[in-house]
C-alpha cells in the first residue's frame, strides 16, 4: 500500500523559509516521479516543483530561486525548501508521486505567510 505522510508547514513572516517534507512508503523509491503542489483558497491546485531520477527539478516561474526540491534517498523522503517566503505563497501545499502511472496525494500541510 502506497503511503505518503507530510510534515513541516506552518506560520512565518513575510521572507522567511519553511521546509515541507514527504515520507513515502509502499513504492520503489528510485522509479518516481515526486513532486509538490499547492492551492490557495478560491484557487485551482498548481504545480511548484517536481523531480524524478531521470529528469532535473523543474519549478514553477514564481518560485524559482526561492524553492528547491530534493530527496533524501536513504529515509524515502522528498522535501521543499522555501525561502524568500511571500504572502502570495499562503496555500496548502501537497505532494505528489507518481508511481507505476498512478497518482498518490499527501494529506496536504497548511502554509502561512504573513505580511
Known amino acids: 500500500q502506497v503511503r505518503l505522510v507530510e510534515s513541516g508547514g506552518g506560520l512565518v513572516q513575510s521572507g522567511g523559509s519553511l521546509r515541507v517534507s514527504c515520507t513515502v512508503s509502499?513504492?520503489?523509491?528510485?522509479?518516481?516521479?515526486m513532486g509538490w503542489y499547492r492551492q490557495a483558497p478560491g484557487k485551482e491546485r498548481e504545480l511548484v516543483a517536481s523531480?524524478?531520477?531521470?529528469?532535473?527539478?523543474t519549478y514553477a516561474d514564481s518560485v524559482k530561486g526561492r524553492f528547491t526540491i530534493a530527496t533524501d534517498t536513504r529515509a524515502k523522503k522528498f522535501y521543499m525548501q522555501m525561502n524568500n517566503l511571500k504572502p502570495e505563497d499562503t496555500a496548502v501545499y501537497y505532494c505528489?508521486?507518481?508511481?507505476?502511472?498512478?497518482?498518490?496525494w499527501g494529506q496536504g500541510t497548511q502554509v502561512t505567510v504573513s505580511s
Open positions: 505528489n508521486v507518481i508511481y507505476l502511472s498512478v497518482n498518490y
Open positions: 509502499g513504492t520503489n523509491f528510485a522509479r518516481n516521479v
Open positions: 523531480m524524478s531520477r531521470d529528469r532535473a527539478p
